[in-house]
């Protein structure tokens, strides 16, 4: 693991914990975009270059934008009074130590099976095309209905609230 | 000698890069290409300016700048002089780190597109496997931009501006993949350097330009469309409209600061009519086939140049759209007309050579243009004026 891999996942971690632990509601809607940013940084790293860059576009344009103006129309942008922490994060933390344990024997389960660092699969998009249309083209398909129903579901519940304040 | 005026400014870096020892050749030649880069396009900013104030002007029928340089050419120098001696003012309740930070990341993340733009033959910075992918990463990221501007100056207006430019960077945004991802499915690759090479055929003299396939001229207006769009320039420029929003989202922004909002707007501009040259006018292909001894980088400028010129010419004469009519033109008409896009060109694509596929597809576009054109406008009824009052 080199120098680059160490300064990549101190952006990611250093974003993360900036999220949780600022009090201004868009200071850490924003420290969470560097975290998308590492996250991005890490799969070019691994040379997944569609992975990379899909979450660039999809986390940092769209799901961080998202964020943004649900804390804007929201009135989240004041201060808390109580500060940020709830009451009972002992319990939160001890869920999310087991989550943590669980997933780290996971992989380290996995890791004598992983290949090695010197001999990186090449998978160009024209692959991860391929395989979409082939052998993954159900899942693609559903997800596809999933979104077209999420889109009437905003467009129904915006035209609700019009149709209420018109009345 | 036509090849190595073609080649001449990669024959200078190599021939610079040379007198280094080997292992620290590729680092200085990736600075060396990254320098010439950030240099360039900014002077091409500044020349734009007076370009752009002249040409509006004589629109308007008034003179332009006329006072600094003959015919007001060193005017740039001049704003540059100024927006470095101007106060930076910083209203004290706005927040003052993303304050500072709204314009770096706008300017920062504009360069970026350019490291896969081809800008001649085997002229580009990095040759990415997935660069069209990367160049719409960073233009999503100019969206946080506008935003943080806004939100950080603690204006009505600002916000105001920043929501309007960010709904309709988002919403044109979707066109303008839609219309990108037609020539990925004709050219069958994601690299800009590939797109190029597919094109890089004449016919009788006539170059392949995706442009002068149907499915492509109809790519082209939907793109040009959708570019003005997301760099905020008119008919598009809601946003920071100045009789609309004061400034909108660089209201509170002064001196240095607004300088780099200005660079990278038409920085931005630059990239996205580079990008439209490269898919859909064959980027540094010459226009004919006997044009060729001409350089490769002379051709791809000048598209660039024709770009931004048609782009000027629309500012200065089509009214701006209110917002409401701007989303409704993004949803309503230019998404179905890419979606449309797409389905022709599948049809292109199966049914095989020959002129029938030309008249089908031509024929399915126009009809689309027009039904989907008078739809709109039938219902727009035109009654007495209501008013809402805010409750």
């Not at chain 1, 952006?11 to 420290?31: C, I, Q, Y």
């Not at chain 2, 002229?123 to 806004?150: C, H, I, K, P, R």
């Not at chain 2, 300088?259 to 064959?282: H, K, N, P, Q, R």
Request: some cysteine; glycine content about 8%.
């Amino acid at each position: 693991m080199g120098f680059v891999f160490y300064l990549i996942s101190a952006f990611a971690v250093g974003g993360a914990l900036a999220a949780v632990l600022l009090k201004n509601l868009v200071h850490a809607a924003l420290a969470l975009t560097i975290a998308f940013f590492g996250l991005a940084l890490l799969f070019l790293r691994l040379d997944a270059q569609f992975a990379g860059f899909a979450q660039i576009l999809v986390y940092v344009g769209a799901v961080a934008i998202l964020v943004v103006f649900a804390i804007l129309l929201t009135r989240g942008s004041e201060i808390p009074k109580e500060g940020v922490f709830s009451k009972g994060w002992i319990a939160g933390l001890a869920i999310s130590a087991a989550v943590f344990a669980v997933l780290a024997w996971a992989v380290l389960q996995a890791a004598p099976w992983l290949p090695n660092e010197a001999a990186t699969p090449a998978l160009t998009v024209n692959d991860i095309g391929n395989a979409l249309m082939s052998r993954y083209v159900l899942p693609l398909e559903i997800i596809a209905v999933l979104l077209t129903a999420a889109l009437l579901g905003a467009v129904i519940v915006a035209m609700h609230e019009k149709e209420k304040t018109n009345q | 000698m036509i090849e190595r005026l073609d080649q001449i400014f990669v024959l200078l870096k190599h021939w610079l890069v040379g007198y280094l020892p080997a292992s620290w050749q590729i680092p200085v030649g990736v600075v060396i290409s990254v320098a010439c880069i950030v240099g360039l396009y900014p002077a091409l900013f500044a020349i734009t300016t007076v370009l752009e104030r002249k040409g509006v002007g004589r629109i308007q029928n008034r003179l332009g700048p006329n006072r600094v340089g003959p015919y007001g050419i060193l005017q740039p120098m001049a704003d540059g002089i100024k927006s470095l001696t101007k106060e930076d003012i910083v209203p004290t309740s706005a927040d003052a780190v993303v304050h500072f930070l709204a314009p770096i990341i706008l300017v920062v993340t504009v360069f970026m597109g350019f490291a896969v733009l081809p800008m001649g033959r085997n002229m580009v910075l990095v040759d990415m496997d997935a660069g069209l992918l990367f160049y719409f990463a960073m233009g999503a990221s100019t969206e946080l931009s506008v935003f943080m501007a806004g939100w950080s100056s603690r204006n009505k207006y600002s916000l105001l501006g920043a929501m309007r430019g960010v709904a309709q960077m988002i919403s044109y945004e979707v066109a303008l993949l839609l219309s990108s991802v037609v020539i990925v499915m004709m050219a069958g690759s994601l690299s800009l350097v590939k797109i190029v090479e597919a094109q890089n055929h004449y016919t009788w003299g006539l170059p392949h330009w995706y442009i002068f396939t149907p499915w492509g001229f109809a790519g082209f207006l939907m793109y040009a469309i959708a570019g003005t769009a997301e760099t905020n320039r008119s008919p598009f420029d809601l946003p920071e409209g100045e009789s609309e929003l004061v400034a909108g989202y660089h209201t509170e922004y002064s001196g240095f600061k607004f300088a780099l909002f200005f660079l990278g707007e038409y920085v931005a501009m630059f990239s996205i009519s580079g990008l439209g040259s490269t898919l859909f006018l064959g980027g540094w292909m010459a226009p004919l086939a006997v044009l060729q001894f001409v350089p490769s980088w002379i051709w791809f400028f000048g598209k660039l140049f024709v770009s931004v010129d048609v782009v000027i010419w629309m500012r200065g004469t089509l009214p701006r759209l209110r917002q409401d009519q701007l989303m409704n033109f993004a949803w309503k008409f230019v998404l179905p007309m890419c979606l449309l896009n797409l389905f022709v060109a599948g049809l292109w694509r199966f049914m095989g050579d020959g002129w029938l596929r030309w008249a089908v597809c031509s024929v399915i576009l126009i009809l689309a243009y027009v039904s989907i054109g008078r739809e709109g406008m039938r219902r727009k009824h035109f009654g007495p004026r209501s008013y809402r009052y805010a409750e």
